[in-house]
């Protein structure tokens, strides 16, 4: 079975501008989470979806945003980019309770 | 607020050597502890999840300790190789099945000398 899966691999906005990244959970798994890995630090929670509705937010301002399609997929957008969005972005999806991770899509805020 | 600290940042030994790598959480109220493995630049690949029911996990030469009532938990390496080269992190789950927040160390990166 494919890993969850995310695209793009690599993203250059500049300030002020929006983006969408998307996930592809592995086969089955009906929850998605979203963490934000900034160089050196553990990835920080951002959003759960579960069944297509939101179990849980994290300390992110409202210019995140996600959403949970009918076949588990989800995106993530941002809003009015900082440059301190500057960060990997990783998806999980998990059956049970271990979550499996993406390799994540790496964005650079100019 | 949940806080996990690893200790210790980084650490180097020479290859085929035993190695302990430290996981400690503020609040003992956990679900679960994931021990995860990120190689540069990658995404995270789990390594073992133990209940907080459970002490210890095993895989091939990985094993995961937790002491809930301390906050601590260990991930013990034995026969340490180069490929075992990577960034550790841990992650305490608070919730069940369908609320599944991680919060995470900030890592411990591990380099294996040949």
């Known amino acids: 079975d494919a890993g969850v899966t995310q695209s793009p691999t690599h993203l250059i906005k500049t300030r002020g501008q929006h983006v969408t990244l998307r996930c592809s959970p592995i086969s089955g798994h009906k929850s998605v989470s979203w963490y934000q890995q900034v160089l050196g630090q553990g990835p920080q929670f951002i959003f759960q979806y579960y069944e297509k509705e939101e179990r849980g937010r994290g300390n992110f301002p409202d210019r995140f945003s996600a959403r949970q399609f009918p076949n588990y997929s989800s995106e993530l957008n941002v809003n009015a980019l900082l440059l301190g969005d500057s960060a990997l972005y990783l998806c999980?999806?998990?059956?049970?309770?271990?979550?499996?991770f993406g390799p994540g899509t790496r964005l650079l805020v100019l | 607020k949940q806080e996990v600290t690893q200790i210790p940042a980084a650490l180097s030994v020479p290859e085929g050597e035993n190695l302990v790598l430290n996981c400690s959480f503020t609040?003992?109220?956990?679900?679960?502890l994931q021990w995860f493995r990120q190689d540069p630049g990658k995404g995270l690949t789990s390594l073992l999840l133990i209940q907080s029911s459970q002490r210890e996990q095993t895989s091939g030469r990985l094993n995961a300790s937790l002491d809930k009532s301390s906050g601590r938990s260990t991930l013990y390496i034995a026969a340490s190789q180069p490929g075992d080269s990577a960034t550790y992190l841990c992650a305490v789950g608070l919730s069940n099945f369908g609320n599944e927040k991680l919060t995470f160390g900030t890592g411990t990166r591990l380099t294996i000398i040949p």
């Open positions: 609040d003992s109220a956990i679900y679960n």
């Open positions: 999980a999806s998990s059956l049970v309770e271990t979550q499996y």
